[in-house]
Each structure stands twice: as structure tokens, then as C-alpha cells.
């Protein structure tokens, strides 16, 4: 089955920095790449995601890369603040299942 | 209005009990999930339903039953609850199994088996 590892587990920014998040599946066959941002105390939401066709996708302060090639994707978030402080989750899912295979969590800390 | 509701949100019982969480969606949503958090955080699917059909269950052990009596309901019973069942417990929504990766999560319930 897939198998995503994601780093780092856990990062520190001073508000206004970047931060990156990079994430590697195992199974060439995923095509769907989401990325959820899960609060203190909330469920996970989907902030962002990325289809094997598309190299980049940005919305805002948030970008998601995809090298197929290597099998990595990564998530970049600009100018930081307070608020983008949570445990952010990639995930890799195939056409054939669906059910997306999660990372094990990155917890992000902004400083303000 | 929330759109995945699950109640309740706390629940502390003891080994060998049988508890229960509801799960109602307003989305209009086809598929519904559960999810297992860990304590490390581990996201794991448990159940998926499609239109109140069983569509996967990844091996989770007998004493775990949904139950899904329309398409905006997914229950799940526990029966004879041990400690390694703590754990906080997703419900999820989506509008059909295709777009499982693009949920819509409840609030979790955290469970807690003493």
C-alpha cells in the first residue's frame, strides 16, 4: 500500500518568515495530493491541493509543489502568522481507492 | 451551521463498556467516513459509506459497527471497549467515494477508555 512520510514533525518561524513542509509517497500511481490544517481541538480541514498533471498550485500565502519524478510534494507558506500555527497533514490517494493515505502530521509554530 | 456534526465531543467510560457516537452531515454528501487519531496524531481510515452502503472497512476489529441509517447518518457502536480504543474519533463527508481526499471532518470525539 502507500506509504507517505512527512518532515518535519515539528516547526518553529518567527511570524512573517516562510515555512516548508515536504512529504514523500511510495506508490507512483497516487494522482491526488491534498493537504489538511487541523486546529487545537478541531478536525482536519483541506487548505490546499494538487493533481498529478500540475507541477505547482498556489492560492494566497500557500503554494503546493509536486515532483513526480521523485515522488515528493511539498507545502510552502509565506509570510507567516500567529494563526497558520496548527498541525498541517499531507496526504497521497489513487484514482482507484480514493481514501487518502496521511502523513504522520507536521506541527507548525509561529512566533509572533 | 455546522456541516458534519458529531456528538458527543468528550467521552470517558470504562474497559469492557459499549458507547456509541453519532454523526450527521447537512452537506448533502453521498460518503461518509470514519477515522481513527492516535495519540501521536496518526489520521487512519476505519469505514467508509457510499449512499448508507458499506464500502470499506480496513480491518478494524469486530467490536467497531457503523451503522448508517440514510446517507446524512453515520453511527459508530463499540462494543466491550478496551484501553488502545482511546483515541479521538473523525466523522467526514464527501460528496461521492471519488472524492474522499477533499472531506469535510466533524470536530472529533475523544474517547478515553479507563
Known amino acids: 500500500g502507500e506509504n507517505v512520510e512527512q518532515h518535519p514533525s515539528t516547526l518553529s518561524v518567527q511570524e512573517g518568515d516562510s515555512a516548508v513542509i515536504k512529504c514523500t509517497y511510495s506508490?507512483?500511481?497516487?494522482?491526488?495530493f491534498p493537504w489538511y490544517k487541523q486546529e487545537l481541538g478541531k478536525g482536519p480541514q483541506l487548505i490546499i491541493d494538487?493533481?498529478?498533471?500540475?507541477g505547482e498550485k498556489k492560492d494566497q500565502r500557500i503554494a503546493v509543489t509536486l515532483n513526480k519524478t521523485a515522488k515528493h510534494f511539498s507545502l510552502h507558506i509565506t509570510e507567516t502568522q500567529p494563526e497558520d500555527s496548527a498541525v498541517y497533514f499531507c496526504a497521497a490517494a489513487t484514482g482507484g481507492s480514493y481514501i487518502p493515505t496521511f502523513g504522520r502530521g507536521t506541527s507548525l509554530i509561529v512566533h509572533p | 451551521d455546522t456541516a458534519v456534526s458529531q456528538t458527543p465531543k468528550y467521552l470517558v467510560t470504562q474497559m469492557g463498556n459499549d458507547k456509541s457516537i453519532k454523526c450527521e452531515q447537512n452537506l448533502g454528501h453521498d460518503t461518509m467516513y470514519w477515522y481513527k487519531q492516535d495519540s501521536k496524531k496518526f489520521l487512519k481510515i476505519m469505514f467508509s459509506y457510499n449512499n448508507k452502503e458499506l464500502i470499506i472497512n480496513e480491518t478494524v476489529p469486530n467490536r467497531f459497527s457503523p451503522k448508517s441509517p440514510d446517507k446524512a447518518h453515520l453511527n459508530l457502536h463499540i462494543n466491550s471497549l478496551e484501553l488502545g480504543d482511546s483515541a479521538v474519533y473523525f466523522c467526514a463527508s464527501s460528496p461521492s467515494p471519488g472524492t474522499a481526499g477533499e472531506a469535510f471532518f466533524g470536530q472529533g470525539t475523544r474517547l478515553t477508555v479507563v
Open positions: 494538487i493533481r498529478s498533471n500540475v
Open positions: 506508490d507512483s500511481a497516487s494522482n491526488y
